[in-house]
């Protein structure tokens, strides 16, 4: 399932995103990418390790952690640190695979992938994250504050950005329910449950759904 989530961010928070990305350091991109993906990786992200880094890495993990959507549907166990990219004209990602496993000490497990537009599309041309498929290719280029979450299975590209500035934040989850399908079957019936909770109130329906929907969690989450 790819998951396009819209107003992620507050008008408030894309704001002060851009002021602090306006100002901060950025490195080559390179410097963050698996072996393979670092030859056809051409950006700039913003340097780590620095307080205008952590001020906009909070914002947006903030963001996620208050997403219904988000929790419903991707489960996090641990999310990677935000990466913040910069494209200017000339610059794209071409297509890789995501490392499956990221990180030094704490191995994150890469089960999805998102991508946070930060940039309003009109203002950069070119620049779709693009996913391939197996329904073929997909193409995303969303308003600023609105975000795809896609299994980290897919190969994928940024294309070309030929006029204006592409800022998005990039990073990858590890999800406490692993297959993709199991995880789009709990959200369905968690989905299910609360609709009918709201429409009908607590009936014995409801609670039938409610075990079943926790019984299959219990079978399929890694804790
Ligand atoms: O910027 C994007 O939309 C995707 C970036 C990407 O694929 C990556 O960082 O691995
Ligand atoms: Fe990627």
């Known amino acids: 399932m790819i998951l396009s989530i819209d107003n992620v961010l507050t008008a408030q928070e894309l704001e002060q995103i851009h002021v602090i990305l306006k100002t901060g350091e950025f490195v080559d991109g390179k410097l963050t990418a698996g072996t393979f993906a670092k030859t056809v990786k051409d950006n700039y992200q913003l340097k ?3 307080d205008a880094a952590a001020e906009v890495k909070a914002v947006v993990n903030q963001a996620l952690k208050r997403n219904a959507l988000f929790q419903a549907a991707v489960r996090p166990k641990s999310i990677r640190p935000i990466l913040f990219s910069r494209y200017q004209p000339g610059m794209s990602y071409g297509l890789h695979t995501d490392n ?23 203002s950069y041309s070119g620049g779709e994250l693009i996913i391939d498929t197996s329904l073929g290719e997909q193409s995303f280029k969303l308003n600023a504050g609105s975000m795809i979450v896609y299994p980290s299975t897919f190969l994928h590209c ?28 709990l959200f369905d019936l968690d989905t299910v ?25 219990r079978k399929w989450a890694e804790v």
């Open 48 to 50: 780590g390790n620095t």
């Open 100 to 122: 499956a496993l990221m990180g030094d000490e704490n191995l994150t497990r890469s089960d999805l992938s998102l991508t946070l537009f930060l940039s309003a599309p009109e």
């Open 158 to 185: 940024v294309s070309e950005v030929t006029e204006g500035i592409r800022l998005a934040a990039v990073t990858w989850v590890q999800s406490i329910v692993r297959d993709a399908d199991r995880r789009e079957i």
């Open 193 to 217: 449950r609360r609709a009918m909770f709201e429409k009908y109130g607590k009936t014995i329906e409801f609670d039938l759904l409610s075990k079943t929907h926790a019984n299959l969690l």
